[in-house]
T-cell receptor, first 117, second 113 residues
């Protein structure tokens, strides 16, 4: 079974530029998550989708970050304009379901390492 | 946002030694998880704990869910070089529509062959 795919793997931009990341979750997984992992820290949830609806975006800096999951499959995360402090690894994860019941394992992609100069 | 207190921050051990790391929180969780992250990869789930007091093993790994629901520990026995990586604890309150994970800052483990 293919895992979570992310692209690009690396991106270097200058501050105030825009950038977009793409995620293809595991086939059939209803729930998709975007995390930000700053160097030396654990991942922090930015946004959670259930199919194509947003479940939690309370930690998403909405003035510059946006995300969408059209058709409930692939997702893109955009930063516009980028700041120096956005330098981090952006991880995408998916799980089979996200509603009710015991914890549903989240499978993580390899991440996109963003450097903002 | 809240992060868990994970210790130690790093460990340097000899191959064959046992390792112990722990995680504490100011709030309770009903699920505790331990992940391992290799360089350039995303975290991979090692062990999930669902009940206070639960002790669970996965090969050489053993983890426990604290009675207070505010802490957990992970033990690795007879370490080998491929155990090298960053280990993260994560707390979750499963149920409902939100499986938001709160992660610790990680423990960097180095194993000297």
């Amino acid at each position: 079974e293919a895992g979570v795919a992310q692209s690009p793997r690396y991106k270097i931009i200058e501050k105030r530029q825009s950038v977009a990341f793409w995620c293809n979750p595991i086939s059939g997984h209803a729930t998709l998550y975007w995390y930000q992992q700053i160097l030396g820290q654990g991942p922090k949830l930015l946004i959670q989708f259930q199919n194509n609806g947003v479940v939690d975006d309370s930690q998403l800096p909405k003035d510059r970050f946006s995300a969408e999951r059209l058709k409930g499959v692939d997702s893109t995360l955009k930063i516009q304009p980028a700041k120096l402090e956005d330098s981090a690894v952006y991880l995408c994860a998916s799980s089979l379901r996200g509603v009710g019941g015991p914890y549903n394992e989240q499978f993580f992609g390899p991440g996109t390492r963003l450097t903002v100069l | 946002g809240q992060q868990l207190n994970q210790s130690p921050q790093s460990m340097f051990i000899q191959e064959g030694e046992d390792v112990s790391m722990n995680c504490t929180s100011s709030s309770i969780f009903n699920t505790w998880l331990w992940y391992k992250q290799d360089p350039g990869e995303g975290p991979v789930l090692l062990i999930a704990l669902y009940k206070a007091g639960e002790l669970t093993s996965n090969g050489r790994l053993t983890a426990q869910f604290g009675i207070t629901r505010k802490d957990s520990f992970l033990n690795i026995s007879a370490s080998i070089p491929s155990d090298v990586g960053i280990y993260f604890c994560a707390g979750c309150n499963s149920g409902g529509s939100n499986y938001k994970l709160t992660f610790g800052k990680g423990t960097l483990l180095t194993v000297n062959p």
